[in-house]
């Protein structure tokens, strides 16, 4: 032990007399899942490289290179960006089947890499057991962990919403049990001593929105390892908003995932609840992939569709590079979403280029949007109240000069990766080992 404790003290000795060293891991890469925490996590990776860090970014990615060997894979020449072919984890415990996979060529990476502070984007479709080998590798390095929606804490997706499809305000072993029911309290209990006891051993939590962060302490987690930090946005350089003289007030648009939860179908039927009058003047711009929806929800939005095609166009999936094009070429951003959502990237990419947003009146959409001021507010999952404010937006063109002009600039990438560097090199506290091995038998 001493001698394991002594290489250890060497090698943290060496990493800080060369400077940081930072590993980014993501579940995900942008260039193959747009979703917010992997555009989040290439952002910071991106600006930490632009400043002349050392740091590696370990994207997860469901296909292999084709190649025997270890599951990690360079992309870059320069050996930077790897991705990571994992194996499927146990969803219900977030583990990693596979050990080699952790111990072996993840540790491998850790060893030619010799990170000083590893910033974990996400776990999911990796496993909480990266976590911990971070720790088992060096007591001192800084260990950072972004929580991006309620996974941890929620069995359905990470969502809070019951399966009876009401707003979760409580996580606790009974309520989880009532959503599903063939899964004992006892194993929702077991589950959360699991996830807490990889919890355990990180410094720093950072969460995008101050409603995440408030739910997360609630469950239990400690509030002095709990950080606000919102997802920075690259520097805009455009023109200010376009007038209105070319209609741009009466074009609405939603970029995303489509699906039942992001509240697709709530804006159709939003739409079909207005005055013939209205649809004739307004316009809706539908960009996004049905990629993870399931098939009742594809029929759903066919039918839903059908007799809206002079107002409502489908664009289908967008590349990232075009979302502020089409963001310019509309009036406001719908964000209808049916669940409470975290801090969805799309509001503040709508900031940034001036463009104010309609959005459910909950969780981390309501807390990006001051109602009438950047935006409106509607109540959550109700499509006639949604049609109200588009049917207002429709007839006051003035209000879309008026918030265009009220609306806050988004944080730049700069500013978050200062205040993230600013976590690399603090840790909080002497970590305590946990042993999670011990839980996941008894699961």
Known sequence: MRT??????????????????????????????????????????????????????????????????????????????????????????????????????????????????????????????????????????????????????????????????TLCRKASPLDCHLCFPQISPQEFFMRELFVKSFFDLVDHFVCPSRFLLERYVAWGLPAEKMVVIENGQPQNNSPAPESADHGIERRFVVLGQLSRLKGTSVLLDAVRLLPELTRRRIKVEIHGSTQYADEDFKTQLANGLKGLEDTVRLHGPYMREHVAGILRRNGWLVVPSIWWENSPIVIQEAFAVGRPVICSNIGGMAEKVADGVSGFHFLVNNAADLAARIELCADRPDLWREMSARIPQPPAIEETVDKLVGLYTNRRRAPREAAPDLLSRSL
Not at 96 to 107: E, N, T
Not at 113 to 135: D, N, S, W
């Open 4 to 165: 394991g404790a002594s290489k250890d003290r060497k090698r943290t000795r060496g990493n800080e007399m060369a400077g940081p060293r930072i590993l980014i891991v993501s579940h995900g890469h942008p260039d193959f899942s747009l979703g917010g925490g992997e555009i989040a996590a290439h952002a910071d990776w991106m600006e930490l490289r632009r400043r002349g860090m050392e740091a590696m970014l370990v994207a997860r990615t469901a296909k292999s290179s084709g190649h025997a060997g270890s599951p990690f894979f360079a992309r870059s020449q320069d050996g930077h960006e790897y991705l990571v072919a994992a194996p499927p984890v146990n969803h219900f415990r977030h583990s990693q089947p596979d050990g080699q996979i952790v111990y072996r060529h993840f540790r491998e990476l850790l060893e030619r890499f010799r990170p000083t502070a590893v910033h974990f984007h996400h776990y999911v479709h990796l496993g909480l057991e990266f976590i911990r080998e971070v720790r088992k590798y060096s007591p001192d390095v800084s260990i950072t962990v972004t929580l991006h929606e309620f996974l941890a804490m929620c069995h359905a997706q990470g969502q809070m919403l019951k399966t009876s499809g």
